[in-house]
């Protein structure tokens, strides 16, 4: 089993910053990727990025690259995601999650999820 405890979201107005933390517990940190995804009210699931289990390697959608950015410490055993330029349309719950080995932008493919973060986005 591996835990995930998000923390860091809020509420920000159009154009600022958030980082949001992901701290994981139970199994070796460093056996499993990272995701973030977001769910907003009324939408379904949305894969936000991933990095992979040493951080060499980091996957994210064209809407968020330049603006977010995934990173991880292993030896704190906490997944990060930096959150700039923010806009009203990023207003959801973000999640962390943890697949063993690879990465993947399939919400499904997680084996663990954290309880999620609340981010608001006022224009």
């Known amino acids: 089993q591996v835990q995930l405890v998000e923390s860091g979201g809020g509420s920000v107005q159009a154009g600022g910053s958030l980082g949001l933390s992901c701290a994981a517990s139970g199994r070796t940190f460093s056996n499993y990727a990272m995701g973030w995804f977001r769910q907003a009210p009324g939408k379904e699931r949305e894969f936000v990025a991933a990095?992979?289990?040493?951080?060499?390697?980091?996957y994210s959608t064209d809407s968020m690259k330049g603006r977010f950015t995934i990173s991880r410490d292993n030896a704190k055993n906490t997944g990060y995601l930096q959150m700039n330029s923010l806009k009203p349309e990023d207003t959801a719950v973000y999640y962390c999650?943890?697949?063993?080995?690879?990465?993947?932008?399939?919400?499904?493919?997680?084996?663990?999820w954290g309880q999620g973060t609340q981010v608001t986005v006022s224009s």
């Open positions: 990095i992979s289990r040493f951080g060499g390697t980091t």
């Open positions: 999650a943890a697949r063993y080995f690879s990465y993947s932008d399939t919400w499904s493919e997680y084996n663990y």
